[in-house]
């Protein structure tokens, strides 16, 4: 697992807006992103992570250090932040590839005993979460998701009788772009909640990467949005 920073990394600070589209009928608005590359690290020498941002602001740019990577009492914890106005959707993807642990080898999901990671924070419930997976180069969602804060995990029945659909974040961060998943700011689990879940566990081979996905999903107020996350755990069966 990864080793805590000696100090706090701020990885998106204060970045440069520019505006966009949100969806069709949804309006314009400020987006800052970092873009999803597969062969890049969020902090080379001191995360084991790649991933992507977005965030999206109807009235002000983003402002403030968005994302972080802290060390929590010797832990390493992540932190996603932004300051929003009403109707702001924020989103955050972190993969660890299976080089990062299990020495490197992969295996079929069916194998995995657990997928946990805990949340440290998530102030009013704002992000809901769900486990990311990619395997045999596709990427898919869980369809169980978790806007509450402790250990959220997957084990036993849960994860072998689980639903999973397929998401491509190397076109869009976004789970669900279409104007009805944009605008599903009250549902749990957000535009995502309305993806196609079709994919049991079975059928997920060669896992390379496991991660989380989070999104803000109660946005239906201005005010603080922050998500801290740690201890991402991915078990095999002996």
Request: no cysteine; glycine share 6%.
């Given at each position: 697992m990864p080793v805590a920073p000696a100090s706090s990394r701020i990885l998106?600070?204060?970045p440069t807006s520019k505006v966009e589209t949100f969806a069709a009928g949804a309006g314009n608005g400020y987006v800052t992103?970092?873009?999803f590359h597969l062969d890049e690290l969020l902090l080379p020498d001191q995360s084991p992570f790649i991933?992507?941002?977005?965030?999206?602001?109807f009235r002000v740019p983003p402002s403030g250090v968005l994302v972080a990577l802290l060390n929590r009492d010797g832990r390493a914890a992540w932190r996603i932040r932004g300051n929003a106005s009403t109707g702001s959707r924020y989103f955050g993807l972190w993969l660890l590839p299976q080089r990062a642990f299990h020495h490197g080898r992969t295996h079929s999901l069916s194998r995995f005993s657990s997928i946990s990671a805990r949340i440290g924070t998530n102030?009013?419930?704002?992000?809901?979460?769900?486990?990311v997976i990619q395997a045999g180069g596709q990427f898919y969602l869980s369809r169980v998701a978790s806007d509450r804060v402790g250990r959220f995990n997957l084990f036993g029945s849960n994860l072998s009788e689980q639903?999973?659909?397929?998401?491509?974040?190397?076109?869009?961060?976004?789970?669900?772009?279409?104007p009805e998943g944009w605008t599903s700011y009250n549902s749990l689990a957000g535009g995502a909640s309305l993806l196609s879940f079709s994919t049991p566990t079975s059928k997920l081979g060669d896992v390379q990467a496991v991660g989380l996905y989070a999104e803000a999903v109660d946005c239906s107020s201005s005010g603080d949005r922050c998500l801290e996350w740690d201890e991402l755990h991915a078990t095999v069966k002996a």
């Open positions: 998106m600070q204060r992103r970092r873009a991933g992507g941002f977005e965030f999206w602001n102030n009013r419930h704002h992000f809901a979460v769900r486990f639903l999973w659909a397929h998401y491509d974040p190397t076109k869009d961060l976004r789970a669900n772009t279409s």
